[in-house]
Nanobody, 123 residues
Framework: QVQLVESGGGSVQAGGSLRLSCAVSGYTYSSYCMGWFRQAPGKEREGVAAFDTDGTTTYTESVTGRFTTSKDNAKNTLYLQMNSLKPEDTAMYYC?????????????????WGQGTQVTVSS
């Protein structure tokens, strides 16, 4: 049974930092592409960062240079380091995984989703 569990969300002031974690279990971690998504109230779910099986990372333009995704294979954990946070980054953040080598920032290829962790950035 595949499980993705996010943690690390919280409330910060603009300019602050947070690191989200996504603990993975139930499948061969390294053979799945993974990604981070976010959804603000009244808005569609948006791809934030993607991590391909070959280590290639992709970011949506609005977070490029501020967010970094990484993996710790020994801990089966995906991370999202978020720096220089802005109020517009406020959203529920989700971790996702797909049984493809590359999934991209769209939701189509992602088979598994976590339940999300809330990030709130105040001005």
């Amino acid at each position: 049974q595949v499980q993705l569990v996010e943690s690390g969300g919280g409330s910060v002031q603009a300019g602050g930092s947070l690191r989200l974690s996504c603990a993975v279990s139930g499948y061969t971690y390294s053979s799945y592409c993974m990604g981070w998504f976010r959804q603000a109230p009244g808005k569609e779910r948006e791809g934030v960062a993607a991590f391909d099986t070959d280590g290639t990372t992709t970011y949506t333009e609005s977070v490029t240079g501020r967010f970094t995704t990484s993996k710790d294979n020994a801990k089966n954990t995906l991370y999202l380091q978020m720096n220089s946070l802005k109020p517009e980054d406020t959203a529920m953040y989700y971790c996702a995984a797909g049984d493809w080598e590359s999934c991209g920032l769209g939701t189509t290829r992602y088979n598994y989703w976590g339940q999300g962790t809330q990030v709130t950035v105040s001005s």
